[in-house]
T-cell receptor, first 111, second 109 residues
């Protein structure tokens, strides 16, 4: 496969609940990214990480949290503070300042 | 602030016509620019990067620092080129990768 795996493919959440999206890569990439994709708005950066145990906020970090305890893993938690969480979420990884490789995405729906 | 702008949400052309997808960027440093493509039901993938100066699937893109642009061009569009195209910018200091809003290219027979 492409070496970067997101799970699950579809996720349903009740209002007020936190939910965690998984992203794993076996490409030995240093950098990992989380984006939100909404129609007409392109990809908006939520968080990114260049190295283990370090990460930076992107343009729309409010209501989200991440961790980078292992090089291979960069899970994203959508908290109840995120006012409009229903969206398609994309994870990517790459070596710094080079091509990024994308996962297949997770579609989150709040019910 | 760093920003990537793709002014066209949708570009519709006929097969064999030339195509130009526009991308403008705002960044005070030395830009590292990419074009990514997303075909229907497939992952987002790299199409080309400005530093390699190559042509992929007949597409080329030239960095114009004076106009802060990185437009994607193809002389003769094919139906299989129909997809979403995203322009992206790496902010060198932080390895931050940001994208434009995307342009949907529709090539009609």
């Amino acid at each position: 496969d492409g070496g970067i795996t997101q799970s699950p493919k579809y996720l349903f959440r009740k209002e007020g609940q936190n939910v965690t999206l998984s992203c794993e890569q076996n490409l030995n990439h240093d950098a990992m990214y989380w984006y939100r994709q909404d129609p007409g708005q392109g990809l908006r950066l939520i968080y990114y990480s260049q190295i283990v145990n370090d990460f930076q906020k992107g343009d729309i970090a409010e209501g989200y949290s991440v961790s980078r305890e292992k090089k291979e893993s960069f899970p994203l938690t959508v908290t109840s503070a995120q006012k409009n969480p229903t969206a398609f979420y994309l994870c990517a990884s790459g070596f710094l300042n080079t091509e990024a490789f994308f996962g297949q995405g997770t579609r989150l729906t709040v019910v | 602030a760093q920003r990537v702008t793709q002014p066209e949400k949708l570009l519709s052309v006929f097969k064999g016509a030339p195509v130009e997808l526009k991308c403008n960027y705002s960044y005070s440093g030395s830009p590292e620019l990419f074009w990514y493509v997303q075909y229907s039901r497939q992952r987002l993938q790299l199409l080309l990067r400005h530093i390699s100066r190559e042509s992929i699937k007949g597409f080329t893109a030239d960095l114009n620092k004076g106009e802060t642009s990185f437009h994607l061009k193809k002389p003769f569009a094919q139906e299989e080129d129909s997809a979403m195209y995203y322009c992206a910018l790496v902010v060198n200091q932080g390895g931050k990768l940001i994208f434009g809003q995307g342009t949907e290219l529709s090539v009609k027979p």
